[in-house]
């Protein structure tokens, strides 16, 4: 045979390769853009932020971790500012709890934080092989991985 028939984009193990994948798709998404990419079968955790309600509808479910100790500051139990696998403990934690009936059922995972956090989330992503054990990273719009 000349020719592969589906070849995945990447050979990174971070990435969703779609519905064959059994991993759970995980999106980043800026708090500025959660009103737009609100999916109804996906998870929500703000990460880092207060949200609005408006940046809270839409979502099958929403965790706020932890809620901010002030103006740009981050809680003591951020998963981004945790690291040592802090952010694959939390998914799996809340995969969990989605299987015992704890919390309402969703198919994805969007993680939202500051836009200005968003490369630092990145990087625990790739540091933590839990997270890409559990979740594939998907696109979101046009960009892949992550939205600004």
Do not use: N
Not at 18 to 32: A, F, K, M, T, Y
Not at 34 to 46: C, E
Not at 85 to 111: H, W
Not at 122 to 142: N, T
């Amino acid at each position: 045979m000349l020719f592969q028939r589906a070849a995945s984009l990447s050979t990174s193990p971070l990435l969703w390769r779609g519905p064959e994948d059994q991993r759970i798709p995980l999106r980043v998404v800026s708090l500025e853009g959660a009103v737009q990419q609100a999916q109804p079968d996906s998870l929500a955790i703000f990460l880092g932020g207060s949200p609005t309600a408006a940046q809270q509808a839409g979502w099958s479910a929403v965790r706020v971790c932890p809620p901010p100790a002030g103006e740009g500051v981050h809680g003591g139990g951020c998963p981004c500012c945790q690291g040592g696998g802090y952010l694959g403990r939390l998914l799996l934690r809340l995969i969990q709890e989605r299987a015992r009936g704890e919390c309402a059922f969703f198919v994805k995972v969007s993680l939202i934080c500051p836009a200005q956090d968003m490369a630092g989330l990145m990087r625990v992503i790739h540091a933590d092989p839990l997270v890409f054990s559990l979740c594939g990273m998907e696109a979101v719009s046009s960009r892949f991985s992550c939205e600004y």
